[in-house]
């Protein structure tokens, strides 16, 4: 590999999380996410010589992300679209001045989410893994829709909480 | 209502509800210009993200890995760092491995439940993985040449006469850029290709002939006339879409390689009548692909291989016709 490669690889595998959930943010749709991600990954890689080195490059990829994501706008005339593109120039802002310390926090959500009771745990299964809307879930678990709703919502609520402690005390 | 006079805890009820996709479109809007007049709701918005985001990500590699045999389960946690593991497993292949970092997110996606769901949702991450920008050199080998027998070989660059595919090699960048080698008795080559625009073709002498349309010269190599072009990977594996009965194998002993076994089920269809493709579980494209029961109209080849050569970086120039015959050769346009 060479050294170009080797530093745009770097730099991309510490942005990949914000550029994702980036995305995630305003697609929705995780596989639309997906395609978006890797069209993105692509871009930086291409445009990654005019990269100003002395300048974040957070930021920068989000950059990228964002003009993708107007042209994805564009395409999408039939898609339920929610946010018009002041707000994703705000989200985008937000995502680049998120500290680097909340990035890595995320590595404990594998070990906070082990932690989680066999209800809360099929939950997040059903609803990630899946991909059910809670919805769908509630039959498939006896509850309604909007408790199922609730429940996700206290769900993630403990696994911010728990990836906020103290590492070894998740 | 403006974002001062709605308080945080209704602010999180219209983030979490867009994250679970239960807000109605007033919601929606709501939240959509909450965060236009306000900083901070944008902030709490991109902060209730991460979690959401990553939590598709740690399920899906468990599904991923237990999708594959790859020792997953879904009763035990993910590693930690899940996603950097994945990114160590990925990179040392020497392809263009900061798309591999994207890459991997898509040959991550979740697999649905039955086989024939597990293989669709496999195809569909090599579809994708097909179009990056990554080189690979194949070998392509006829192993049954139908039942007109072995063709006789073309001698030489005259009378109008195509080299066969068999022991041709093709090269091919991403979704568009191909180059295609066939060689001739005497040891000549006629080298087709696109570099992503135009397409081109080199015989051994005169004139080299360029067209403005990228698959003027894909004609006569199979594939081409049975809707399954395999000149361009993602075009050709996007063909099983439909009209075919598709099983995701897990291959024994095989490490972590898998296969796709596609059977024709609909015979207006004019692809070939089986395929199979082999792939690895963590690679970014097919290592082996094999069509058997090609359309007679084709190559005349009954049963084509692909096999992967290398994943060498190429010549940045290399899909140029320019590369392949010295600046002397007079050109034509078609």
């Not at chain 2, 024994?252 to 792939?279: K, N, Q």
Request: charged residues 30%; contains cysteine; glycine residues 8%.
């Amino acid at each position: 590999m060479n050294e170009r490669l080797r530093q745009v690889t770097r730099e991309w595998t510490l942005a990949q999380p914000a550029v994702a959930a980036f995305l995630t943010s305003v697609v929705r749709d995780f596989r639309e996410r997906d395609d978006l991600l890797q069209e993105v990954a692509v871009a930086v890689l291409e445009s990654f010589d005019r990269y100003d080195r002395s300048r974040p490059f957070v930021p920068w990829a989000i950059g990228i992300a964002r003009n993708r994501v107007g042209t994805w706008l564009r395409t999408r005339h039939r898609a339920r679209v929610t946010f018009d593109s002041v707000a994703v120039e705000r989200l985008a802002a937000a995502f680049a001045a998120i500290p680097a310390d909340d990035y890595r926090r995320l590595d404990r959500l594998g070990e906070c989410l082990g932690l989680l009771d066999g209800r809360a745990r099929k939950l997040c299964e059903l609803r990630y893994r899946d991909d059910l809307k809670p919805a769908a879930i509630a039959p498939l678990v006896g509850m309604t829709a909007n408790t199922v709703a609730k429940a996700l919502q206290r769900v993630r609520d403990r696994l911010r909480e728990c990836i906020e402690r103290e590492p070894g005390l998740a | 209502m403006t974002h001062r006079e709605t308080d945080d805890t209704e602010i999180d009820r219209l983030i979490e509800g867009h994250l679970d996709g239960t807000l109605g479109d007033t919601d929606e809007a709501r939240l959509g210009r909450l965060m236009t007049e306000s900083a901070g709701v944008a902030g709490r918005f991109a902060k209730a993200v991460l979690v959401h985001d990553r939590l598709v990500d740690l399920l899906r590699v468990e599904t991923a890995a237990s999708a594959a045999g790859l020792g997953g389960d879904s009763t035990v946690p993910p590693p930690a760092a899940s996603r950097s593991l994945s990114l160590r497993l990925t990179l040392p292949l020497g392809v263009a491995a900061a798309l591999a970092v994207g890459l991997l997110v898509l040959l991550l996606r979740p697999a649905p439940a039955n086989a024939s769901a597990n293989a669709s949702a496999a195809l569909e991450r090599l579809v994708r993985a097909s179009v990056a920008v990554t080189d690979r050199h194949y070998a392509i080998r006829v192993v049954d040449h139908g039942p007109g027998g072995k063709s006789d070989p073309v001698l030489s660059d005259s009378g109008g006469r195509k080299p066969g595919v068999d022991g041709a090699r093709l090269f091919v960048r991403g979704a568009d850029k191909f180059v295609f080698v066939r060689t001739f008795a005497d040891g000549t080559a006629l080298v087709n290709g696109c570099d992503g625009t135009i397409g081109w073709s080199v015989p051994p002498t005169g004139h080299v002939h360029l067209s403005q349309d990228p698959r003027r010269f894909r004609r006569g190599i199979p594939g081409e006339r049975d809707d399954l072009p395999f000149l361009s990977f993602a075009d050709a594996l996007a063909g099983f879409r439909k009209g075919y009965a598709l099983n995701l194998v897990d291959v024994p002993d095989a490490g972590g390689r898998l296969r796709i076994d596609a059977v024709r089920t609909d015979h207006r269809h004019r692809g070939p009548a089986r395929a199979t493709i082999h792939f690895h579980a963590t690679d970014v494209g097919p290592e082996r692909i094999e069509f058997a029961g090609l359309s007679e109209e084709g190559s005349g080849a009954e049963s084509v291989v692909l096999e992967l050569v290398d994943r060498a970086e190429l010549p940045a120039d290399f899909f140029d016709h320019a590369h392949h015959h010295d600046e002397a050769r007079p050109v034509d346009w078609e």
